[in-house]
């Protein structure tokens, strides 16, 4: 049975690229254009995983991490960031998210890291 993930970020482009790399694995896709449409889909669709932009209008993505781990604390979330938000990614972390990814990231390190989270027990 495929894997879903459910792609959140604010920027149209990025939900492309991570959809595009991980559909040609074989993976099923879901998106969401913030962080209180990520809470409202991962409700509807309950995906195997989350990639979460971290900085989005309206409901942040740490905001949208934690009320999906409040709600499901075994939720796999991966959070995905611009350089230079160390401390967003610690917070995430501190949150329960699995890991992270850095923006921009080879299409290579996005599966890797997919694949990881996916293997790895859940937190909580």
């Known amino acids: 049975m495929p ?7 604010d920027a149209a482009f990025m939900r492309m690229m991570i959809r595009d790399i991980l559909s040609r694995e074989g993976y099923v896709i879901y998106e969401a254009v913030n962080g209180r449409d990520a809470v409202e ?11 979460m932009d971290i900085t989005m209008p309206g409901m942040s993505g740490l905001e949208a991490l934690q009320t999906i781990r409040d709600q499901d604390p075994a939720a796999r979330v991966l959070m995905v960031s611009a350089m230079g938000q160390q401390k967003m990614i610690v917070e995430a972390l501190e949150y329960g998210a ?8 080879q299409p290579t390190k996005v599966l890797e890291t997919v694949k990881k989270c996916l293997q790895a027990a859940p937190r909580g």
């Open 98 to 105: 699995m890991d992270f990814l850095v923006k921009p990231f």
């Open 41 to 51: 889909k991962y409700h509807e669709v309950h995906p195997d995983l989350v990639t």
């Open 3 to 9: 894997r879903s993930v459910l792609v959140v970020d």
